[in-house]
């Protein structure tokens, strides 16, 4: 079992910046792919950020292009989402997600494990 915990969420304003963490514990074998989803209220749960191993491949929605930062420790099995220049509709429940593989991934079925979520509000 692999138990995944995000960190780092907050009620933050316009152009304002937070980085998320996500700690997996238990079976954390590589390579692993991690990713970040979002989900808004009334919207579905969509792709943010997702990072390869051993870390060298990224992929971002376009929507968060050019303003956040995926990045992993593997020494601390922990992944993180720099978030900066952030808008309203950034606001959303972020989950981090684990599945096997090497490369990153766009699909939420692709990933089996996932973490409580953490919020984040961005006030304008």
């Known amino acids: 079992q692999v138990q995944l915990v995000e960190s780092g969420g907050g009620l933050v304003q316009t152009g304002d910046s937070l980085r998320l963490s996500c700690a997996a514990s238990g079976r954390t074998f590589s390579p692993y792919t991690m990713g970040w989803f979002r989900q808004a209220p009334g919207k579905e749960r969509e792709f943010v950020a997702g990072?390869?191993?051993?870390?060298?491949?990224?992929d971002y929605a376009d929507s968060v292009k050019g303003r956040f930062t995926i990045s992993r420790d593997d020494a601390k099995n922990t992944v993180y989402l720099q978030m900066n220049s952030l808008k309203s509709e950034d606001t959303a429940v972020y989950y981090c997600?684990?599945?096997?593989?090497?490369?990153?991934?766009?699909?939420?079925?692709?990933?089996?494990?996932w973490g409580q979520g953490t919020q984040v509000t961005v006030s304008s």
């Open positions: 990072i390869g191993w051993p870390g060298g491949r990224t």
């Open positions: 997600a684990k599945a096997v593989g090497a490369t990153p991934k766009q699909s939420s079925n692709q990933y089996n494990y």
